[in-house]
């Protein structure tokens, strides 16, 4: 922080320097929890940019670029350099990036009617297959063999398909979320839930097990752990993929601070142990339950801005996220790495612009992140990038060389002491 350097102040503005003093510092860095005190990693009106591509335009006889589609929903191919889309004609459109032209190619035309309505993404359940859940039916669809597989998940009219992962790849098992009405109130909002573990390895859906839910629950999955977490009163229950009671150290730690911190969603890192509490009321923060690393819960950006739509690059070296400012709303990038003292490095803007729910994904060879807004699609490469020591290093451990240097100088996070 900058301070004025007062001479002689009066009596009236020396309360309202010291009032200025405690709010701000109180702001910034006295929040706590059980005696450790909770400090803000960094300022989002310091991030640097990272120019996009910008995809927009007509193509041939003043068509639009897009074939008339806007908005369109994306999710991860097991492609390389593509991400891909159920709302371009009814295949899944693999979009992809040669060069710096864009392209696109239809996979498995008219293998399920009205495919554009699916709700459900569940890209790479394995190297060639990628699962498409619409309300209640779930396909699997292999890029390798070029076939597909449609299963009913369930037949209620009443019910859909909420969210879905692998239990268990080789086996064909998968976790499937279910909602619908109860039917025990008027109200379009007294929904119940489940959880059903399905196996999907022959021709129809077989159920395996099922445990209900209770209502205001959220589900995450942490490793190869289930988070059930009931929000309204903060409880939090940890199953195995096959539904059974098991334990988690997050949990433990969440369970620690959570009359603390107010959070909704749970977003872990895929290997490091580290996870973001945000979409509560509190600021989002970061906590890890590394028994190396201090136990100290670390607010992201700050007061004034709602972060959301976390999600970790494939390779899990980068962390993409939303912010909705007083003025503005951007995307950036964090980048991800052990010699981080929370594992996260300084933030990153590459576009200048938002992107709704299923309206953005990765790429892998190279990674680099998608998102789609309005007629325009936006690219950015985070690997073919231009930097002084390209050929040593990748582009992602030269920001991280250079962001610890600066943190370092600087001072900051405990490094430089």
Not at 11 to 16: A, G, N, P, R
Not at 170 to 178: S, W
Request: charged share 20%; hydrophobic share 35%; glycine share 6%.
């Amino acid at each position: 922080m900058k301070f004025t350097n007062y001479r002689n102040p009066s009596l009236i503005s020396f309360i309202v320097l010291m009032l200025f003093f405690a709010i701000d510092i109180s702001l910034l860095s006295t929040n706590s929890y059980g005696g450790n005190k909770v400090e803000y990693l960094y300022e989002i009106k310091e991030a640097t940019v990272l120019n996009p591509q910008i995809f927009e335009g007509t193509g041939l006889f003043g068509t639009n670029l897009f074939g008339g589609y806007t908005n369109v929903s994306l999710f991860t191919l097991p492609l390389p350099n593509s991400v891909g889309s159920t709302q371009m004609g009814n295949a899944i459109t693999e979009i992809s990036f040669p060069g710096k032209r864009i392209n696109f190619d239809r996979h498995f035309r008219n293998s399920v009617k009205n495919m554009d309505v699916s709700e459900v993404f569940m890209p790479l359940v394995s190297k060639d297959v990628i699962g498409v859940g619409q309300p209640r039916r779930f396909t699997l669809y292999d890029f390798k063999k070029k076939i597909h597989r449609t299963f009913t998940i369930t037949q209620d009219i009443s019910e859909t398909i909420s969210k879905v992962v692998a239990a268990d790849t080789l086996q064909q098992l998968f976790l499937f979320e279910i909602g619908g009405h109860t039917g025990n109130s008027p109200s379009p909002w007294d929904i119940s839930s489940s959880l059903m573990l399905m196996d999907l390895s022959s021709e129809t859906a077989k159920l395996v097990k099922e445990i209900p839910v209770e209502r205001y629950f959220l589900w995450y999955v942490v490793g190869d752990k289930n988070f059930l977490y009931r929000y309204k009163t903060q409880q939090l229950r940890v199953v195995d993929m096959n539904l059974e009671p098991s334990h988690h150290p997050l949990a433990e730690t969440i369970n620690k601070i959570k009359s603390d911190v107010n959070f909704l969603r749970i977003t872990a890192h895929p290997t490091m142990p580290f996870a973001i509490l945000h979409g509560g009321k509190s600021d989002e923060v970061i906590i890890s339950w590394d028994n190396n690393r201090p136990k100290n819960v670390h607010y992201l950006l700050g007061k004034k801005i709602t972060i959301s739509k976390f999600l970790f690059s494939p390779d899990g070296k980068w962390l993409a996220f939303e912010v909705d400012g007083e003025s503005a709303k951007q995307t950036y990038v964090m980048p991800v790495s052990e010699k981080y003292p929370n594992y996260l490095g300084s933030p990153i803007q590459i576009a200048d612009d938002y992107f709704n729910d299923n309206k953005y994904a990765w790429t892998t060879n190279p990674i680099s992140f998608v998102g789609s807004s309005g007629r325009k699609i936006y690219r950015c490469d985070l690997e073919n990038r231009d930097f002084p020591e390209k050929g040593k290093m990748s582009f992602h451990d030269y920001v991280v060389q250079e962001d610890l240097k600066k943190l370092t100088k600087e001072k900051r996070q405990g490094l430089g002491k």
